[in-house]
DNA sequence: CCTCGCATCCGTATTATCCCGGATTTCACC
DNA sequence: GGTGAAATCCGGGATAATACGGATGCGAGG
């Protein structure tokens, strides 16, 4: 799957012309550009559950994109950002790369340098979606679990056997050995190995 | 245990009376100070056990600032470095963020909020440190299985019955059964719970 | 009101694992 | 050429886990 065809590059800068200029390159490149021309309209139109990365001036009039970056971050919305900038000074850039910022380019923009510096953050978002998908299907099945069955669960990833967990929910142990029966079926998992595996993954 | 009597501010810069002015400050705050007055002595002289921060000058005569961050990079020392420069411009910065550089901040340089910084990166080293102890641990204890028990512990992870195990390995059930225990023993580990978690975490 | 999912319990039978103690081969190191 | 560690094997008995089949109380929702 070619990732210009999955994947949008959001473009917020509230200088038209250099948007156009920016939106024309990419989509020459074969990929797909959604233009704001403020902060705010992007926070309000985006959809975090498409991929993509952002490309962000950081001067604009309104929310900064410093302020929007911090916003995305409370928001715990993990797409790539690069900052694009015209009056470079070198606190604000810091600034901009401790938030998280992947890149920090000065206008002019270089149209190679930013398609080359867009397809790194591409990837980046890609590879980082496919690990969080595969996260969030493991706490799926994780959230299926009745509370009975999580605290079994939970006792047995610490590795206590059946009759100790019994005892210690105050429970009989073959009521322990159903709980157990019915985690391994919602968890499709086929050994203690594996449910130990996905509670792991699933606490990062 | 405070962070300033096992740590070490290694501060490298070319200029002497700036690193006099620096390791008097940070001496007062209780800090111990190695000085260099170049990357290459700092590079030849460091030892890499000694937790601690790097407050790095990026403009020197000799190796400059970003290669000798280069370099620990290569050489994986994760420690965590403060980038100090006279003249800022912002590629540089950037890089050196990119590079992983926690901070930059630029000269005549704040006593206060370099303190501040300091003192972050102090205890960012340290749970660091932390961290790959716990680690380090675990794959020594790993390090200390034979090959055959290696092969026998990766089938039990993936959840296989000790006769699927044999059958693999075309040895008897018995014999995995002494692996299992001898693998169980070395790793001081309780159940197959325990040994699937350390397997894990010792792979990230 | 009745159903359905959850949590609880039970016996029994089979299978797997763990622990006891002992034994052989091979290979590397002294 | 002996010593020792690794890897292999064995039997038998205790303990634990799994599977089959069935049962009760309880609370939420149609």
């Known amino acids: 799957m070619d990732i210009r065809t999955t994947s949008t590059v959001f473009l917020v800068d509230d200088d038209e012309d250099l948007r156009n200029v920016v939106a024309f390159h990419l989509k020459n490149a074969g990929i797909h550009v959604q233009q704001y021309a403020a ?7 985006f959809e975090p559950d498409q991929p993509g990365c952002l490309l962000l001036d950081i001067y ?3 929310m ?4 929007l970056q911090k916003k995305l971050n409370q928001q715990h919305i993990q797409i790539p950002i690069i900052i694009m900038t015209s009056q470079g000074d070198v606190p604000t ?7 998280g910022a992947i890149d920090y380019i000065e206008k002019p923009l270089d149209k190679d340098i930013l398609l080359e510096r867009v397809h790194e953050c591409l990837i980046l978002d890609s590879s980082h979606r496919d690990k969080t998908a595969r996260l969030s299907r493991y706490s799926h099945c994780l959230s299926g679990l009745t509370r009975r069955e999580y605290e079994v669960m939970e006792l047995m990833v610490a590795g206590k056997m059946n009759k100790v967990i019994a005892a210690e929910l105050k429970i009989s142990q073959r009521t322990v050995e159903d709980h157990r029966a019915s985690i ?3 968890l499709k998992a086929k050994s203690i190995a594996d449910v130990v595996r996905i509670y792991l993954l699933s606490q990062y």
Chains 1, 2 share one sequence.
Do not use: P
């Not at 900064?64 to 302020?67: I, K």
């Open 39 to 45: 902060a705010n309209e992007f926070l309000t139109g």
């Open 184 to 186: 391994m079926d919602k």
């Open 64 to 67: 900064s994109g410093l302020e």
């Open 93 to 99: 850039a810091v600034q901009a790369m401790k938030a």
């Open 60 to 62: 604009m009039s309104g």
